[in-house]
């Protein structure tokens, strides 16, 4: 199941082990897998090395537990349209999208939440792209595929690339082209305005291949959103082995801004601008998973908690920390904008 590899970005074999990790969030996956995380001696990326083969790795992503895939629960409700309207005015007032005639900035709470969801810069809204009449965008690992609902909704032509086959349905019945592998032929050249990718180029084995198709795949001028964890943050050095976004072995690649920089220029990419995002739950999840190892040492058996790493308190009570580490630039997740000439 495990196997020794080189570096994506440079080839060479030669690297610093750091710590080893496993899986700690999942009960339903295979125990005792425990890979090392290594640093290439040559260009300095972070990755697995063994790693789980790419023709098990399956097995670590559990069909009822693992949250990217879970449908969204936002159905009719007024919370749900209220969600959607706060898109909505953000989108408007802020990327430049025409009224669409649907009353979506209508009430006065969606427009105090929009300017609020505006200026704290949640993860949905710092993807939106500017408004392009007639534009075309492909969302890499598109998950529960929300967000491309929603740029449909705001007049994208969308596609979407995701292995999940119940998530790849549930997009394709609201009319977007979703497909299981960026390598299709469906998928045309030069085509696209946007392309983007949340957190899912540090799950790839071929990140640079991914990259460069990405790059491939853009019209001259088009432009790419990529978001990932940042190793090098404060909270990567401080838990390591615990740090909430290690995701072993379901990353097989971790970046930091420079390794992400690196790639994206490789590919060709120009006037890359990277930003820090940090979430309050990479804290609660780090203490938590810190806490389920001690108790795990002690049983002798894999423990799984999720209750502190949950709760909206103790993750309100960390968000100015949280901020406070962003300007820093010391964030846990980072932002890649990037363009094709």
């Given at each position: ?164 086959v119940a998530t790849r349905e549930r997009v394709s019945a609201r009319g977007i082209r979703a497909l299981a592998d960026l390598e299709d032929p469906a998928i045309p050249e030069g085509y696209f305005d946007y392309v983007t990718s949340y957190h899912a180029i540090e799950h790839v084995y071929d990140p640079k291949g991914v990259l460069r198709r990405m790059h491939d795949i853009l019209k001259p001028g088009g432009r790419i959103f990529c978001g990932v964890p940042n190793f090098d943050s404060l909270l990567g050095r401080v ?103």
């Amino acid at each position: 199941m495990l196997e020794e590899t080189r570096c994506n970005f440079c080839g060479n074999t030669e690297w610093v082990r750091l710590f080893r990790g496993t899986d700690r969030v999942y009960r339903s996956v295979p125990e005792g897998v425990w890979c090392d995380v290594v640093r290439c001696r040559e260009c300095g990326l972070v990755y697995l090395s063994p790693r789980v083969e790419e023709g098990s790795i399956g097995l670590f992503y559990p069909e009822s537990e693992y949250y990217a895939h879970r449908e969204s629960t936002s159905g009719p409700g007024r919370m749900a349209r209220l969600k959607r309207d706060v898109f909505f005015v953000v989108a408007r007032r802020h990327f430049g999208y025409p009224g669409n005639g649907t009353g979506h900035d209508s009430s006065l709470a969606a427009r105090a939440l929009g300017a609020l969801a505006y200026r704290l810069l949640c993860s949905r809204f710092r993807r939106i792209p500017p408004h392009i009449a007639g534009g075309c965008l492909l969302e890499f690992g598109f998950g529960a595929g929300d967000f491309l609902c929603r740029m449909q909704e705001l007049g994208w032509e969308c596609w979407g690339v995701e292995r999940n086959v119940a998530t790849r349905e549930r997009v394709s019945a609201r009319g977007i082209r979703a497909l299981a592998d960026l390598e299709d032929p469906a998928i045309p050249e030069g085509y696209f305005d946007y392309v983007t990718s949340y957190h899912a180029i540090e799950h790839v084995y071929d990140p640079k291949g991914v990259l460069r198709r990405m790059h491939d795949i853009l019209k001259p001028g088009g432009r790419i959103f990529c978001g990932v964890p940042n190793f090098d943050s404060l909270l990567g050095r401080v838990f390591g082995t615990y740090w909430d976004n290690l995701g072993v072995p379901l990353h097989p690649h971790v970046f930091t801004a420079a390794s992400l920089k690196m790639f994206l220029e490789a590919c060709g990419f120009k006037d890359v601008r990277i930003r820090y995002h940090s979430l309050a739950i990479a804290v609660t999840g780090s203490i938590q998973w810190a806490w389920n190892a001690v108790v795990w040492r002690m049983t002798g058996q894999k423990y799984v908690s999720t209750t502190f790493r949950d709760s909206r308190i103790f993750q309100a009570v960390v968000v100015p920390g949280v901020k406070i580490v962003d300007w820093l630039l010391l964030g846990d997740n980072i932002e890649a904008t990037a363009r094709k000439v």
